[in-house]
């Protein structure tokens, strides 16, 4: 999916039932309005959710993150040049929560749920993948077969050649299926 596109936060956003979803194929939104749309939510229910993807291309956004980083340095990069956002000191959610608590006074935490489900304990399911994609990981390399990678296909444990995999192309939300999910969402924000 890429940290550029928001298929991942769209879907997760709905699925969690989230008041709000921001991706960055539609930055057109601003923290202003933002707020205006969290106090009237917090005013209808109690609480609001908002999923937001881990690059938006908002404006404001971006300038107060960089802001930051002047401050704090960068992050180390990985070895496409990306940042690495689990050593990031702040992140885009950690932003929004303090803008939306400053402009609407409402208090605001931000979760990252990449960072809770990595720390959770693993399932046994998750014990029982591990342990047999690392065997078949181990008789790949002792019959010296390079320039594979052990997946989950068809449900079965296998290997592909890496030429299999589709690198580079990165799957990003159309108008039209984000407006289809939105229509499915009790709050259309923001509008597109």
Not at 4 to 23: D, P
Not at 144 to 155: L, T
Not at 177 to 190: S, T, V
């Amino acid at each position: 999916m890429g940290r550029n596109s928001g298929k991942l936060t769209l879907y997760g956003g709905l699925a969690g039932g989230c008041h709000i979803i921001l991706i960055p194929e539609f930055p057109g939104w601003t923290l202003s309005g933002l707020c205006e749309k969290v106090k009237e939510l917090h005013d209808r229910f109690g609480y609001v959710m908002i999923a937001i993807n881990e690059e938006l291309r908002q404006k404001e956004l971006i300038e107060r993150k960089n802001q930051l980083q002047a401050l704090i340095g960068e992050p180390p990069k990985d070895s496409f040049g990306h940042p690495l956002l689990s050593k990031e000191l702040v992140s885009y959610a950690e932003i929004m929560a303090n803008a939306i608590e400053s402009g609407t006074g409402i208090e605001s935490r931000a979760q990252i749920l990449a960072r809770i489900c990595r720390s959770g304990p693993p399932s046994a399911y998750d014990v029982w993948l591990g342990t047999k994609m690392g065997l078949r990981a181990a008789d790949l390399l002792t019959s010296d077969a390079s320039g594979r990678v052990v997946v989950v296909k068809n449900g079965k444990i296998t290997d592909i050649s890496m030429e299999e995999i589709p690198v580079g192309e990165t799957r990003s939300v159309s108008r039209e299926e984000y407006e289809d999910w939105l229509a499915l969402a009790p709050i259309r924000f923001p509008d597109v």
